[in-house]
């Protein structure tokens, strides 16, 4: 199935140093998720600040994510709850795979909606998330611990991975193992049958291979319906 890849960038103030890698990183990739894999594979470009900006709709011509890409500037608060909860939105209009990747040096401090409200639309659009936490320094003292678990938590919960490098080659190889991730996926489709309600919506699937030593990688459950 085709991708449709979602691009969230965060141009808060805190990543005014090391934007210029970020922009040199994406260029890059989407170049690479155009030049192999599905013809019909797209990626559509979001910045996020004190604000969620759409740069580019969904396209398959690089140099319109290039252009998109210019002229960004770093300034204000991070809003990265409501990216993912609009990227969201605007990925479950689409038909195929959907995919988040999301760009960010630390925390959120600015979105209106909640962690948990963020996760839901993601999980209703059947998003899968992929976080690159650009590490400014190892020193936990001088890093956003938290804002660093809540995307680990986006993407484990929706079945993609967390990265922590630091600028430069090592942001590279992030983009360059989701890109690979992408490409040897495997669908598995189910329907569950005579399943007791409860009071959470929220339906937790585990998923277990039954040959030692492989790792299974998928979403943590389904929003449906609840006992009254």
Sequence with gaps: QPLSVGLM??????????????????????KAL???????????????????????????????IEEALRGVKAEAGTSMYDAIHLGSQELGRRDGRRVMVVVTDGGDTTSRIDF?????????????IYGIVVVPISNDAGRNVGGENALYQFATGTGGK??????????????DEILRD???????????????????????????????????????GYYGEAAP
């Excluded at 948990?116 to 899968?128: I, Q």
Aim: a positive charge; hydrophobic letters at 35%; glycine letters at 6%.
């Design 116 to 128: 948990h409200a963020a996760l839901e639309s993601a999980h209703k659009s059947d998003v899968v």
């Design 182 to 220: 992408l490409r040897t996926q495997y669908l598995v489709a189910y329907y569950p049958k005579n399943v007791p309600l409860t009071r959470n919506r929220f339906h937790t699937v585990k998923l277990a291979a039954k040959k030692a030593g492989l790792r299974v990688q998928s979403r943590s």
């Design 162 to 175: 967390t990265y922590l490098p630091t600028v430069g080659a090592a942001l590279d190889k992030a983009f």
């Design 34 to 64: 155009f030049g192999s894999g599905n013809e019909g594979d797209q990626a559509a470009l979001f910045t996020f600040n004190h604000e969620v900006v759409k740069r580019s709709a969904f396209t398959r011509r690089q140099k319109r």
């Design 9 to 30: 960038l965060d141009t808060s103030g805190s990543t005014a140093k090391d934007l210029k890698y970020e922009l040199d990183s994406i260029e890059r990739f989407s």
